[in-house]
């Protein structure tokens, strides 16, 4: 029977949870319990509490939230069920305390039964969140050609900012058009910033958000966005022409000065002008042609006549035994004449005087081709053998010896003989006789040597010779004289021995006719001597009809004498 | 005639010389005055800036070092939060049971502004003195508190207590400047022993119920400073 019993029992219980099951799957129960989600304070002044209620069994629940507050006796209940929305409490400035404690329920109910939730508690500074800012406004500024962006906004709704109660501290975040990444700033408690480090031509999005004291934050401000602009860009632009158009003339015009360089080298850099000398021509100069240069350096200079003494060669006299001895081959190489003057005695006696300078002088003679064909003739001729070797003329005691070695003239003949005569002159010299004397020691610009002749007065044993002083006239050797020399022929006065010749004397007179050049005395003579017998101041020239002795030809002395 | 005049030319001329000097001499005399005047002037005038700095920096100053130390302490507990016994939740002491709970402040807003600048000051004092105590205490027990993060909750209770000296002396400062009225402290004695528990979970709970005490009590004074700043500093609406 107990078995019976206890198994009714089980049926029992059984048979009521399916009738309780059954009961519930007709949706008519108690309400399901809620839940407490949570509270905010945005302010710090007042909080909301929002549940979630639970099932409601079917029935009509209502759900009623219920409080315990630290310092406050008694359950009590919320406030305000509709300020904000369904399923939660608002509790007003009146209602809400701050640094104590909350004991929150909300209690579901309908006709079935009550369900409670969960105690919640909390505290009021726990709960702050505030609201997000407000106006965000995001400004493109611009400073001294630097863009920022300005941001500008305003505390969230319903926040004391005026007692100090709250701080608020913000927070903001940019956002570039193309990129993901959010940069943060933090503004503290000012309510704008100026972000410096943007891009042009891209556009940026900025969200706000802030915090009270050490709550938590608040939800992000809608995202504000603007353009930044693309000035550079223009300015290049703008730039990059400028430069173009610029460069368009200035390509030109060194083209220009490319083409015309030589012009403007000219211009620039005249040319230096080079040194200049008057009658100088450079390119002559280069070029170097010897005559040219030097008719152009000389510059008119007019030089005297050449040799005038050229023209004045006179006839020179070959005296000797056989006749006038014509030396074609001399007569080439003559260029002196030799000139006797009328004066001249012509001593063969007279000894000449050492032998050694006169061979000396001889030598230099020969070397010099000045002939004195002439006289050495004339000496050969007077000596008639002795003559044969050439004999120096004795120095004369007086002055120059070099006249009379310029007398002493190389003929053609050979120098040894010369010489073997110089050795030989001591006895032959007895029989030259002429002197040569200078007479003339007055300045008058004798280029050439100015041999005077003077007669032999005397001779005084071997070596003294006595000379004749007056005016004998001496002559000069023409090529001093430029102007007409009177030439004249003095006549054999006499000859004496076989040695002597005593010559006329005569006046100056010119014979032009006699100064002619080369050999042709004889032309001379044949002009002249038409009077051999004319004594006196008449010139004479004897010519060739002198026997032992041709003509002499005397040349007057100058008028200086 | 001519004598007269030139002895009363003598006399004008000395007498110029004479004024001339008189009055070089007092001109002298003036520029040392004025010079020595404007110095002490100057020396006074820098005294007096040096010493006089306004009640609106210091209470600036106090209000920056009283929002570092909320932002510790609110730290520390949700750091000691993160591991916490779920049971603590149940067994926890109520916050009434605070030591500073006995301290009469005010709750809300409206009764914070009503409150007059001493007293709002002497409640800011009275608050932190009465937590010098249990910071010691807490600094004492963080070392065998069985919390991961044990280091860093050490490290953190000892710049709580830095922080919480060097405001308390500010505080004492800024009473100093405004009145006898602000002098008046409260003492809140800490009655909870020098251990704050034998087993782990009385540890952590009890270490846990403290600083959310602590935390409640700096955001007050935080607030309380906060608004004595905002009150001080009218000419700058920037302050509050």
Redesign the interface.
Known sequence: MTVCTRMRGHLGLALLLLLSAAVESNSMSPPGKPVLLGCRSPEKETFTCWWEPGSDGGLKTTHRLFYERERLEGKHECPDYRSAGRNSCFFDRDHTSIWVDYHLTVVASNELGNTTSDIFKMDVMEIVKPNTPENVTLLVMKREDNLYLHVRWEPPYNTDTKSGWVTIKYELRVKQEKSNEWKEYTSGTETHINLYNINPGTLYAVQVRCRLDHGSWSEWSNSTSVNTPDYPHNEKLFWILVSMLSAVPFITAMCILVMKRKNVKQYLLPPVPGPKIRGVDVQLLKRGRSEDVINALIINQSFPPMVAWKDQIEEYLIVSDDGLLLDPSSSQKRKKSLIIPAGFHLDLGIQCKEPTPVQRDLQKAEERKNEMDNFVKANTSLTEGNLSDMEPPQPPTQKQLFPIASFVKTTDQSPSKHNSAAENTVKPLANCGYVDIQRHENAKEVDVIEVDYSRVKEVSGDNILILQRGNIPGYMDIQRQKENIPEDYSRVKEVDGDNKVLLQRQNASTDSSCREKGNHYTDCTNQKLRNPHVTGPSKVGVCTELIGSGYVDTIPAPPLM | MEAKWTKRMKKRTRKRSDDQQIRSKRKAMAHRRTSGSKLLMTVLYMVASCSAVPISDLLDRASQGS?KL??LS?TLTQVLDSHFPPIGRVITP???TCHTSSLH?P????Q??QVSESDLLSLARSLLAAWVDPLVVLSASVNTLPHPAQSSISNKIQELQQHSKSLGDGLDIISGKMGPAAQAISTLPYRGGNDIGQDKISKLINFHFLMSCFR?DS??I??FL??????AAKMQ????
């Open positions: 929002d909320h932002s609110t109520r916050p009434s402040t709750n809300d807003k409206a914070a502004l409640r955001h007050k935080d607030s906060k608004v004595l700043r905002c009150r609406p920037e302050m509050c």
